[in-house]
């Protein structure tokens, strides 16, 4: 299998560059607009079997225990929009996105599954992409509103280059810490790339 490993920095995934140096990686930078970039500029002169987007995230489903590895299989924008007084209104209710537009369904930017996929056997989540990560609690109760259990800021980037491209993906992520008011005396990051690393090592070398 043709594989590459895309991250939005070395040091979430610097073990497996240890370990497994003659992998194909991407260290795209962070954030939506560098993910877009390095990700489609690749794809439009290598072709791979699979591209998996390895990182680490927060989680507003606390029921996912920090440290899980989870596969995000449906991502969508989490402040693409406008701010009208105190309403947030998404691009789909400005009228100037609409849910199904290719390749978004319903509103999400969803993973076709198939069985190139039966090797990731971990818990299947949904993710909101932001660019600025969530820190206080009217962002937060804003955000929750939207169903997401996990939040990113590159997950819907990297699936609607894939989508757009027709390349087969997986969005990979380890949670760091739940999503409530910045506390990072309560995230557990070293545990989350630990666990993230651990995973992708494995499922590198048996893919």
């Known amino acids: 299998m043709k594989l590459l490993v895309v991250a939005a920095t070395a040091a979430e995934i610097a073990p497996f560059l240890a ?5 194909d990686v991407l260290i795209t930078g962070v954030g939506m607009v560098a993910t877009t970039y390095a990700l489609t500029r690749r794809l439009a002169t290598t072709r791979y079997d699979l591209v998996i987007q390895a990182g680490v995230g927060g989680s507003f489903d606390e029921s996912i225990p920090l440290g899980e590895v ?49 090797g990731i056997s971990l818990r ?43 390349v087969p993906f997986a969005q990979v992520r380890a949670i760091s810490n739940y999503v409530i008011p910045r506390d990072k005396s309560q995230w557990k990051m070293k545990d989350a790339i630990i666990a993230l690393n651990n995973w992708l090592i494995e499922y590198t070398r048996t893919a």
């Open 19 to 23: 370990q497994c140096p003659d992998a």
């Open 70 to 118: 989870v596969f995000v299989t449906a991502d969508t924008y989490g402040d693409l929009g406008a701010e009208d007084h105190d309403e947030y209104i998404d691009i789909y209710g400005l009228g100037l996105l609409g849910r199904n537009d290719h390749p978004h369904t319903e509103g999400m930017l969803r993973n076709p599954l198939s069985a190139m996929h039966s």
């Open 124 to 166: 299947q989540v949904s993710g909101l992409t932001v660019n600025t990560v969530s820190g206080n609690a009217t962002t937060i109760a804003r955000r929750r509103t939207q169903g997401c259990q996990v939040e990113s800021m590159e997950g819907a980037a990297f699936h609607y280059v894939c989508l757009q491209e027709g």
